[in-house]
């Protein structure tokens, strides 16, 4: 495979300009720091290890000048108002303990760090694949149910449990929609806009998913 120009092989040293570009970069970790010195150090006696030589590569195409640049153009430009709303939906749904193990550590940070700011890879990562494409969809659907409405449970709901009791005690199959978008979405999949609903005859409301309901019909 065709090694990009800026990139280093073990027998190439590493020159004192791509040092300075890397090391000026705010982003780096100080055990990177520390890695970037050690190696500046061991070129002067012998040549770096193939994985030494992969890790600078790494750094160096993350934060040479040019891509300080344009991630610095990612923060102050690009990474908008919506694609902050985005990226707290989405985060929402991987933090949440029904979504996907992976993007922990990203979504918590975007969820309790308003001055945290994704890198635009971290954001189409955790953003635009199909999994984050569904929950967005479902987050951003117009309710199907108003506040106010009556709604009933649809078979196999999580709450089914209540139909069983309410025609044990002779109560219409009912409940009152309260409140839409009542929490973020953590499901990806077509109807997971969440509603808090209040059973008729109970005292406590419940929070359902859209799909496990449907319009209440008044049996004639």
Avoid at 100 to 121: G, H, I, M, Q
Avoid at 171 to 185: G, K, M, Q
């Amino acid at each position: 495979m065709r090694k990009e120009e800026s990139e280093v092989e073990a027998r190439d040293r590493i020159s004192g300009e791509q040092v300075d570009q890397v090391l000026s970069s705010s982003e780096l970790t100080q055990k990177e720091c520390e890695f970037i010195k050690s190696i500046c150090e061991q070129q002067k006696t012998r040549v770096l290890s193939e994985a030494q030589v992969s890790w600078w590569n790494e750094l160096y195409k993350d934060h040479n000048t040019q891509a300080q640049l344009k991630k610095a153009s990612w923060v102050e430009k690009r990474y908008d108002k919506e694609k902050r709303k985005i990226a707290k939906i989405c985060a929402a749904y991987y933090y949440s303990s029904a979504g996907p193990r992976y993007f922990k550590k990203l979504a918590k940070s975007v969820l309790t760090d308003e001055s945290f700011v994704p890198t635009e890879k971290q954001w189409r990562a955790m953003c635009t694949n199909k999994y984050a494409r569904k929950v967005i969809e479902a987050t951003e659907a117009p309710p199907r149910y108003e506040v106010g409405s009556f709604v009933s449970f649809r078979q196999g709901a999580p709450h089914a449990y209540a139909n069983d009791r309410r025609r044990t005690n002779r109560l219409p199959n009912c409940a009152l929609v309260l409140e839409t978008d009542t929490e973020a979405v953590t499901s990806a999949a077509k109807g997971t806009k969440k509603y808090k609903i209040l059973i008729v005859g109970d005292t406590k409301s419940r929070v359902i998913e859209e799909r496990y309901l449907k319009p209440y019909r008044r049996k004639k």
